[in-house]
């Protein structure tokens, strides 16, 4: 029996429809209008999409933005001195600088001059240590789209086994503690894990976050689980997840596809960190 497929697409208009009301209500309960404030250095095509795509999010949900597009040749220290404006900055209540800047600039520099009160990508120090910590902050937006996702599917976390395969900084790491804040007992898998396959089979939630295309297959699964896939790989053969979808649904309890899955909920969980800034900001 096939696995039930959780549309990320439909989840996302849901949760763009819920900021776009919040936003509202907020603006008519005497609130500003949120504005977000995006950065992009250089001229990739693909970061040009993405920076496009989250501007006419902003405007469907009410959300005012502004864009700063610099040159390929800016120095780390004039985009740092940007950054740090749009912090001080009492009309700007989130920054986005979209990764990964050209290769002369440390992307860590950059994120450690973001405001971590308008830092809506979750990456700060202050905001991953707050997190990390169980206390209230700013999420990044991928771990809190596929909590999201989990919850529009009916998994229930608490006292689940969740088995989550890659341990970065922009998603297995934070979705770590938002894991375990639902009271699931969880386990961080990676490249240096003896027998994958064993330890991802005993999930009932197993989160695939590696870059690797069609890495966990249908041994990786056990029957019923659900399955998230954060992977996006471009292949000869198309877009790929890191699970292997069509041996995995047959397995799965309910699955994400690639593309549609994650995918469209980091832009809207991007809305919903923006307003939650504004929110806290008016306080």
Known sequence: MSAKIIDGKAVSAEVRERVAAEVSEF????????????????????????????HKACEAAGIGSVHHELPAET???????????LGDDDAIDGILVQ????????????????NPAKDVDGLTATNAG????????????????????????GTELEGAEAVIVGRSNLVGRPLISLLLGRNATVTAAHSRTRDLAAVCSRADVLVAAVGVPELLGADHVKP?????DV??????????????????????????????GVGPMTIAMLMANTLAAARARAI
């Open 27 to 54: 603006i008519e309960g005497g609130g500003h209008q949120p504005v977000l404030a995006t950065v992009l250095v250089g001229d990739d095509p693909a970061s040009h999409v993405y920076v496009a795509n989250k």
């Open 99 to 114: 990764l990964p800047p050209p290769e002369h600039i440390d992307p860590d520099a950059v994120i450690a001059a973001i």
């Open 75 to 85: 120095s780390q220290a004039d985009l740092v001195t940007l950054v740090e404006a």
């Open 224 to 228: 019923g689980a659900t399955v998230i």
């Open 130 to 153: 707050l997190l990390a910590g169980g206390r209230p902050g700013l999420v990044p937006c991928t771990p809190a789209g596929v909590i999201e996702l989990l919850d529009h599917a």
């Open 231 to 260: 992977g996006i790989n471009r292949t000869d053969d198309g877009l790929k997840g890191d699970v292997d979808f069509e041996a995995a649904v047959e397995v799965a309890g309910a699955i994400t596809p690639v593309p549609g």
